[in-house]
């Protein structure tokens, strides 16, 4: 465009200058200033702007229809963003959990939530002291300190850990059951799917029938069974961040793995595996984990999470920076599973939902159709806030993002101080908490870390089953 307006103004100037000079010339005539500036200058301009203007205009009319063009094609584009952006937001993951256990100082699973909200001191713990030698204020498990069955195996490890082994083998004698049966599936599956697992079951000590030695092989496919598919047991190993240059996963491999081969589990179908977290990614790597959970078609997960401080050498630091330090421990454990995944012979006994990026609270209590339950008339509480509330800031945080629900503050379960100051794993005991103690409510947790996010527990999964079924159904 520049190059046609140029090319045209100097082949204006240069026509009308040749023109005019040569007809001075012949014509004698002397032009003044005036004369120079007119027919030099003015005149060829205005020549030149009436042979452009046709091109001008359509050029305008062009520019013009393209950048209407344009807003109509943003408009579209953004009209048809709307609903991608309202499904992002309403993105939720269901987990069926198949099991849940949570030991601490306070007691065992319900008796946890009561003193919870009774907000149980800690008690003088005469073998922890500080600087001058007082006995300092612990939440021990006093039980530990008896039970010398796995401690006397592990001597070879640290203190600190043979406690936390202790805790460990006791979370999965809790779930034998349930684990137990989840061993008899993946025995089926692994028939159905995999015959070559045959011969490893005939070798299984669990499965060993010593009245009946000799199977034949066929009789063995004529009990084989389409069964759902199960090809793994994973289990996460959930452990405080400052744990992970001194612990020694090798030996807590051997030690969860001889459980559930006792079982009836293969060594195959266990996968082990640790994380290590700190109070400042908790809360995200628990939701990262929960979304990879999600994800999996053929997969049973046992997730062990624990934390303790009992241990002298350990507060050495702590007690230096702080003289009111209080150490806690305890242990917690539940089995899940993705909603599409069946385990035979079992149901779940809540559904876990985490709904993320959904900041109004009140539309999905709608949405879930529980705005209405008679709980949130009722002061039984129910909430379980993730966070500790010794600052102001998170107090109204927390008024206003539940200003507008049914939820009062009476309805608040504060977890994080029933673990003192062992803070490291504090998000996952309150979720483990929640676990164990809504049996007949709708539990709620929430952070203010993340205020879009929320997680709803739900004890009547078998309704929903149930319903699933029924639409199922021909009629």
Not at 332 to 340: D, L
Not at 378 to 388: A, G, K, T
Not at 391 to 418: D, W
Request: aromatic share 10%; charged share 20%.
């Amino acid at each position: 465009m520049i190059k046609i307006i140029l090319s045209t103004l100097i082949s204006v100037f240069a026509i009308a200058a040749t023109v005019v000079i040569f007809y001075w010339k012949d014509a004698g005539f002397e032009p003044t200033a005036h004369d120079l500036l007119m027919y030099l200058a003015v005149i060829p301009f205005a020549v030149a702007c009436v042979l452009l203007s046709p091109y001008l205009i359509y050029k305008l009319y062009v520019h013009r229809r393209e950048k209407q063009q344009q807003r109509l094609e943003q408009a579209e584009a953004e009209k048809n963003q709307v609903p991608v952006q309202e499904e992002a937001k309403k993105e939720q993951i269901q987990l069926h959990v198949y099991s849940s256990f949570l030991k601490s100082a306070m007691g065992e699973n319900d008796e946890i939530l009561a003193k919870t909200i009774d907000l149980q001191a800690p008690e003088l713990d005469s073998k922890l002291h500080n600087a001058q030698g007082n006995p300092i204020l612990s939440y021990r498990m006093t039980d530990l300190d008896d039970d010398q069955d796995i401690k006397n195996q592990d001597v070879v490890l640290d203190v600190l850990q043979q406690r936390m082994h202790q805790l460990i083998h006791a979370q999965i004698a809790q779930n034998y059951d349930v684990l137990h049966t989840i061993s008899h599936h993946f025995k089926r599956s692994a028939m159905f799917y995999d015959h070559k697992t045959i011969e490893k079951y005939r070798l299984h000590p669990a499965w060993l029938d010593p009245k009946h030695q000799t199977v034949d092989e066929d009789d063995d496919v004529e009990k084989i069974e389409a069964v759902p598919r199960l090809s793994q047991l994973v289990v996460y190993v959930i452990l405080a961040e400052h744990l992970f240059r001194v612990w020694d996963t090798a030996a807590t491999t051997a030690l969860i793995a001889a459980q559930l081969v006792e079982m009836g589990f293969l060594n195959d179908q266990v996968q082990i595996e640790y994380e290590f977290w700190s109070s400042k990614n908790g809360y995200a790597n628990m939701l990262q984990t929960f979304r990879h959970i999600a994800t999996a078609t053929d997969q049973v997960y046992l997730c062990l999470g624990l934390d303790s401080e009992i241990h002298q050498g350990h507060l050495e630091n702590q007690l230096w920076v702080s003289t009111d330090y209080v150490p806690a421990e305890f242990a917690g454990s539940f089995i899940v599973a993705p909603q599409a995944v069946e385990i035979l012979e079992l149901k779940p006994s809540q559904t876990m939902t985490v709904a993320f990026d959904q900041p109004d609270l009140l539309a999905l209590l709608k949405d879930k159709k529980i705005d209405e339950l008679p709980q949130f008339k009722d002061e039984q509480p129910f909430v379980l806030i993730l966070d500790q509330i010794d600052r102001p800031k998170v107090i109204q945080q927390l008024a206003a993002h539940f200003e507008h629900t049914p939820i009062e503050t009476y309805h608040y379960i504060y977890s994080c101080p029933s673990l003192g100051h062992t803070q490291h794993l504090s998000k996952l005991y309150g979720l483990m908490l929640g676990l164990v103690s809504f049996h007949d409510l709708y539990g709620l947790l929430y952070s203010v870390h993340d205020p879009a996010i929320h997680i709803l527990l739900d004890p009547n999964p078998n309704s929903e089953l149930e319903a699933d079924a029924n639409a199922s159904t021909p009629t």
